[in-house]
Each structure stands twice: as structure tokens, then as C-alpha cells.
């Protein structure tokens, strides 16, 4: 792909998206970040080798415990629920780990290389690109579930485990993604300095973990536990709470990174005012404005401004 | 004429005019001089209005002013140099210009919309590249233009064309499918200037783009840059400490210095200006060429000489430092012919526009 003739001239058809113009279409209407995302993923190798890796250990593991089966001559024997707990397991782990950490890189990288700002300045607005780095982190946990939704509908064939039960646990499985994914991207927006980079880096692994052995316990609960699937719905929900507060928490302080003013020495835009309030910072700049400028009468340019608007209004 | 108009014309007249024959101590009469100011005094609509603005803008971070009421304009199809030192604020201005961030007092306008109160139609406008810009990994040079024709909101047909007309603009054809982050020096600033033009905004803001260019490279940049602003209109503002540069490519210039716009106007009225300051200050080098090893003795012979400074040697030249007006100059060249020293030149040292800009900066560092 690196190498190229110099003869070479690019045609259409040498843009992934452009090639047909059905694609060329719908690509358009979808999040620009996407579209360059998948591109990128597409040429990242250790996307590749990490997802490559992924399919053989999905694959060798429902193939043992199809191996399993027949060893056992009892009739009633129901293998549906290990194999889904297995397979599970196996499936979020990339879905915990290596995608948050590969967002909270990537935003790490778009602040140290500053392509942050070159976002910024185009048209897209600050939301368009949080959505679209949510997307591109949905989209590759989309790719795992691809990869294993297959083999996770056939432990249905091996009983133990009913499709309601499968459907609620993916469906579960999903919304607390989809939570911390969100929660990943404002969280990583919010470190500045490198220190605070390690350690948001290190509590995200925390984090991770924490999200990992709950989602696996949970799942567990359903699916060996006999717990009903309102139950675990129920909890799903509830047990997200501190995810939608932290969320609210972010959205302002991590908004302003997405505009990124560096104007800031501290590593967070939320402070503690001195009546003890949590702030959020809105546009930091009047922070550092000089007394004499912060009131607007004693601004010459405001009040040239606004004595000339007064006279347009006169006149 | 709608009040808005009218306000931003008052506004506009105590502004220093770039281009014009300007005084930057007294900017209130700048624009008096101006031959195309674009403000009309009976109030209809003007002729040219000015692309970029930038109108008293402070920006201060903590006790560092990096930027220190600094006004000047820019009129369509100019290419101003914003030319100081290390440190100077222009990167500050240029950003604060790009919508990437606000001033601590003042505005400026793109395309006549502020970038405090308008920063979206700003970025319609304006195209910035800044010194150094990030690449994405696991990228080629046309996904990366189809990245920003798309963050652009350029759609179907129209996103083709645009990568179409940069890719042939900026010679990148070739290189479509190489990884960006393998490009050279010269090519990624043209890859830089490729997603500046994917919009194609009317006003460019350049930042140091030839820095780190190799003397091909950098002919080749100003050949496009020479085309942006003749042929297509563009306004540019582009920003070097390099300054023999930007003495070719830009009709005018900005001078800035520790957040202060030191000089302003055409590049021929600032450098006609400090040869005109050098000539009142008495205080001019000479150069003289002497046969026959008698640089020595003329040296000798010149500090014994009414306003010579002093006088210093290199092979068959001396130089030295004269303040005497043009009939002390006379009588000295006179004085040293009928002291049969054989002179076979004489000449008063060459300004350029280097000498210039070390005359009028005086290296503050804040
Ligand atoms: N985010 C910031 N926080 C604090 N100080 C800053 C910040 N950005 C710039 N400065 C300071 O403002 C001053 C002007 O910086 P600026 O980058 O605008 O200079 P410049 O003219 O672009 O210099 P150069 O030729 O080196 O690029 C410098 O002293 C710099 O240290
Ligand atoms: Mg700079």
C-alpha cells in the first residue's frame, strides 16, 4: 500500500468509500471520524492481530466444548450455559481493555499531536466529534460481538440456556459499553498534564477491571444463577448510576478540551470555588484578564465598540 | 448600508491599515493615507473590504502579554508578512485568528464575522496551518484530504472535486497513497497547505511554512503562494522570522515584536522608512576597497578623520562608521583622494530588508 510508481495517479476508486457511489452515498451522511476511522482500523495491524487472535479463541473454545459433549452419554446433559459463561468471558475482555484504552491513546494522541485543533477549526462541532469517537469505539466492540454473537446464539442449540436470556445479557452488555465508552472519552479529554495522562491511564485500567468482574458476574448470575432477566435488566440500570453522574460531571469540563483553549495550567477544568461549589470552567479566558479589562467601561476597545453602536443607533 | 457596517467602519478608522503608508504610533490617521481605505465617507458601500481585521487584540496569558494591542488589516488578494522574532506572538495572533483561541481584549474579523462572537463563520473563511501539525497513523495523503473535505462538510460529487483540484494543485498525485506519516519535509507542509485549500476558504493563515524547507522547496512554496493570491484572490497571512523571504512574496508587512506591532505599511515603505531613519541618524557604514595593501593605512588615517566612528579591516576593505551629513561625506572621499590612496570603491553599506528588521527590532525578550 506504501509503495507507489511514480506513474500513479489516484483515481476514485482508490478511496475505500468512494469506490462505489451507493457507498460514496451513504458515506456522507455518516460521521466523518467513522469513516476515518475504519479506514485507519483497517491498516492498523495490531487492531488486526488483536481481533485475529480473538476469533481463534472464540472458535477453539466453542469447538472444545462441542468436543466435550459427546464424551458424556448422559441425555439430559446442557452445555448451552458454560459454553455462553466462556465465551462471555472471552468477549468482553477486548471489549473492557483493549478498546477503552485504545480510545484514551487516541485522544491522547490527538491533544500531544494537536490534529485536536485542526477538528476543531473545520465545521464539524464539538459534538459531531465526541459522537463520532464514541462510534468508532461502539464499532469496534461491534466487530467483537460480530465475531462471537454467532457461536453465542449456538449455545442456544446446546440448552442450558434460553434466547430471552442471550439477548438480555448482549443487550446488557451493550448499554454499559455504550456508558463507558462515553465515560472513557470525556475522562480522557480531561488530563493535560503527562502525570495526569499515567494516572488516568492506570484508574482506567481500575476501572476496567472493576467493569470487567461485574459484567461477568452479572452474566453469570443470569445465566448460571437462574436470575430472572427483569432482575438483571433492572440492575444493568441501576448499577450505571455512577456512570450517567459521572457523565454529567465530564460533559462540561471535557466539552471545553474538544475547543481546546490551552490556556489552563491545571489539569482539569473543574475547580472548587471558594464557597466550597464544584465549577466548571466555562471560556477560562476571563480568568486571566487583567483587572483593567474586565470591566467592559474601562475597556477601550469595548467602549469604542459600544459608543459607536450607539451612535449607529442614533443615526 | 446596514448599522453594523457603519459601526465596523467607524471601528476600522482608528485601526493601522497595512499596505498603506502608515504611522503605527499614530494609528487614528492611518487610514487616511490608504489609496484603497474601503471606507467611504459619504457612506456607500465600499469598494474592497478588508478580509482580515484585527483590532486592538491583547492576549495575555498570566503577566506575559504575548500579544499587546496589535491592529492592522488585510484587503482581498494580499499577501501581508507578519514578521517577528522568536517569541514575538505571532503564532498567538495566528491562532487567536483560527478560531483556536480568544484574546484577552480586542476582536478580530474574518471575512468581516468576529472570531469571538462569530467563531463558525470564521472557520468557513479561513484556513489555517499551523507550524507544525499532527499526522494520524495508518493513513494515506488522500484519505487524509477526504478526512477534512468530509469534516468540512463537503459531500459527494462536490468532496471529489475538491480533493481533485488540491491533489493536482499541490502536486500530491503522485504521492496519494503514501502514509502521511512517512512524507518528507516538503511534502507534508504541501499536504499541510492541501487541507488548508479543501474548503477553499478566501483568507489563508500560514504559519512559518517555510521553515525547514530546503531553497527548492521553499522557491516552489512561494510560487504557490503566488498563485493563491494572484490568480485565485486569496488574502494570506504568513508568518517568518526568514525575512529576504517574505520580502518576495508579500506586498506588505506586519512587524511585531514582544506582543507590539513595530512597524506596518508596504514592504518598500518600511525599508524606504529605516533607510530614511538611518539616513537622519548620521550614523552610516561605509565600505572602502584600497590597491595595494594600503587598507591598513587608510584605516589608520580614517579615525584621524572628523566623524568617522571607527574603522575596521578585512583584506583590501575597510569598513567604518561614519555620522557625518552628505557634504562631511563628500569632503572625507575629497580628503582621501588627495591623500593618494587608491580607491577603487566607495560605497555607503546596502540596506536590505534584513537590516531592516535588526534595526527596528530590538531583541526584547519577555
Ligand atoms: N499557552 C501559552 N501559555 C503561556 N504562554 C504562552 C502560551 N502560548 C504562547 N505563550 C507565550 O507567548 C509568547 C508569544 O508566543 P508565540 O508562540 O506567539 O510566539 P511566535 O512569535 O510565534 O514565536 P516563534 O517564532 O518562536 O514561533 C511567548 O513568550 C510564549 O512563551
Ligand atoms: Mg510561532
Not at chain 2, 463537503?154 to 475538491?162: F, I, T, W
Not at chain 2, 518598500?268 to 530614511?276: E, T, V, Y
Amino acid at each position: 500500500m506504501s509503495t507507489i510508481s511514480p506513474q500513479y495517479d489516484v483515481r476514485r476508486e482508490d478511496l475505500l468509500f468512494c469506490a462505489h457511489p451507493a457507498l460514496d452515498r451513504w458515506s456522507d451522511r455518516v460521521n466523518p471520524l467513522l469513516i476515518k476511522e475504519i479506514n485507519q482500523q483497517l491498516k492498523s495491524r495490531l487492531f488486526l492481530m488483536i481481533y485475529l487472535l480473538f476469533v481463534l479463541l472464540v472458535w477453539g473454545s466453542s469447538l472444545y466444548m462441542l468436543m466435550m459433549q459427546p464424551q458424556t452419554d448422559q441425555p439430559d446433559f446442557e452445555a448451552g450455559d458454560l459454553l455462553f459463561s466462556l465465551l462471555y468471558k472471552i468477549t468482553i475482555f477486548p471489549l473492557c481493555f483493549a478498546i477503552p484504552l485504545g480510545i484514551h491513546q487516541r485522544m491522547r494522541d490527538e491533544f500531544h499531536m494537536h490534529t485536536i485543533e485542526m477538528l476543531t477549526i473545520t465545521t464539524l462541532s464539538s459534538g459531531r466529534i465526541f459522537r463520532g469517537k464514541l462510534m468508532c469505539g461502539l464499532l469496534q466492540s461491534g466487530l467483537f460481538l460480530f465475531a462471537s454473537l454467532p457461536f453465542l446464539v449456538f449455545c442456544y442449540l446446546l440448552k442450558g440456556i434460553g434466547i430471552v436470556e442471550i439477548l438480555t445479557v448482549v443487550a446488557g452488555t451493550v448499554f454499559t459499553l455504550l456508558c463507558f465508552y462515553q465515560v472513557t472519552i470525556l475522562y480522557s479529554a480531561l488530563s493535560r498534564t503527562r502525570i495526569w495522562e499515567y494516572l488516568s491511564r492506570m484508574s482506567l485500567v481500575f476501572f476496567s477491571t472493576i467493569l470487567y468482574f461485574a459484567l461477568f458476574f452479572s452474566a453469570d448470575a443470569v445465566v448460571l444463577g437462574g436470575i430472572s432477566s427483569i432482575y438483571y435488566l433492572v440492575g444493568v440500570l441501576v448499577a450505571n448510576t455512577p456512570l450517567y453522574f459521572s457523565m454529567l460531571i465530564f460533559l462540561d469540563a471535557a466539552h471545553e478540551q474538544f475547543k481546546p483553549l490551552r490556556l489552563m495550567r491545571p489539569p482539569f477544568r473543574v475547580r472548587i470555588n471558594g464557597e466550597g461549589k464544584v465549577i466548571f470552567l466555562p471560556r477560562l479566558l476571563y480568568q486571566e484578564v487583567p483587572e483593567e479589562y474586565r470591566d467592559p467601561s474601562s475597556n477601550p476597545v469595548k467602549s469604542n465598540q459600544a459608543a459607536s453602536k450607539s451612535l449607529a443607533k442614533a443615526t | 448600508m446596514s448599522s453594523t457596517e457603519l459601526d465596523k467602519s467607524r471601528a476600522t478608522s482608528s485601526a493601522s491599515t497595512v499596505g498603506a503608508p502608515t504611522d503605527s504610533a499614530s494609528p487614528a490617521t492611518a487610514i487616511n493615507g490608504h489609496p484603497n481605505p474601503g471606507i467611504d465617507a459619504a457612506g456607500t458601500t465600499p469598494e474592497r473590504k478588508p478580509m482580515i481585521e484585527v483590532r486592538h487584540l491583547h492576549r495575555f496569558f498570566g503577566k506575559l502579554k504575548a500579544v499587546n494591542n496589535v491592529s492592522f488589516t488585510a484587503y482581498p488578494g494580499q499577501v501581508v508578512g507578519f514578521i517577528g522574532p522568536n517569541g514575538s506572538g505571532k503564532t498567538t495572533t495566528m491562532r487567536i485568528l483560527a478560531t483556536l483561541d480568544l484574546p484577552t481584549a480586542g476582536d478580530a474579523f474574518v471575512n468581516g464575522y468576529s472570531v469571538i462572537d462569530d467563531p463558525d463563520k470564521v472557520r468557513h473563511a479561513v484556513g489555517f496551518m499551523p507550524d507544525a501539525f499532527g499526522r494520524y497513523p495508518n493513513m494515506d495523503v488522500v484519505e487524509y484530504l477526504d478526512f477534512f473535505a468530509r469534516a468540512y462538510g463537503l459531500r459527494g460529487q462536490k468532496r471529489l472535486d475538491a480533493l481533485d483540484r488540491v491533489l493536482i494543485f499541490t502536486e500530491l498525485r503522485k504521492m496519494a497513497h503514501k502514509p502521511i506519516n512517512t512524507l518528507s519535509k516538503g511534502m507534508s507542509q504541501r499536504l499541510g497547505l492541501g487541507r488548508v485549500l479543501i474548503h477553499d476558504p478566501p483568507v489563508l493563515i500560514l504559519d512559518e511554512p517555510a521553515a525547514g524547507l530546503d531553497p527548492r522547496a521553499r522557491v516552489e512554496l512561494r510560487e504557490l503562494i503566488a498563485v493563491l493570491s494572484t490568480e485565485l484572490g486569496k488574502t494570506i497571512l504568513i508568518s517568518s522570522h526568514i525575512l529576504t523571504e517574505l520580502g518576495e512574496i508579500c506586498d506588505s508587512a506586519v512587524i511585531i515584536e514582544a506582543g507590539q506591532v513595530l512597524a506596518s505599511g508596504t514592504i518598500k515603505d518600511i525599508n524606504d522608512k529605516h533607510l530614511k531613519d538611518l539616513a537622519d541618524s548620521k550614523n552610516i557604514l561605509f565600505i572602502t576597497r584600497v590597491l595595494n595593501g594600503q587598507a591598513e593605512a587608510l584605516a589608520t588615517w580614517l579615525l584621524e578623520q572628523p566623524f568617522v566612528l571607527d574603522a575596521n579591516v578585512a583584506s583590501e576593505l575597510v569598513r567604518f562608521r561614519f555620522e557625518g551629513d552628505v557634504h562631511a561625506q563628500h569632503d572625507l572621499l575629497k580628503r582621501m583622494i588627495n591623500s593618494k590612496f587608491e580607491i577603487i570603491e566607495f560605497q555607503r553599506k546596502a540596506e536590505t530588508l534584513e537590516d531592516a528588521f535588526m534595526a527596528i527590532t530590538k531583541g526584547i525578550v519577555q
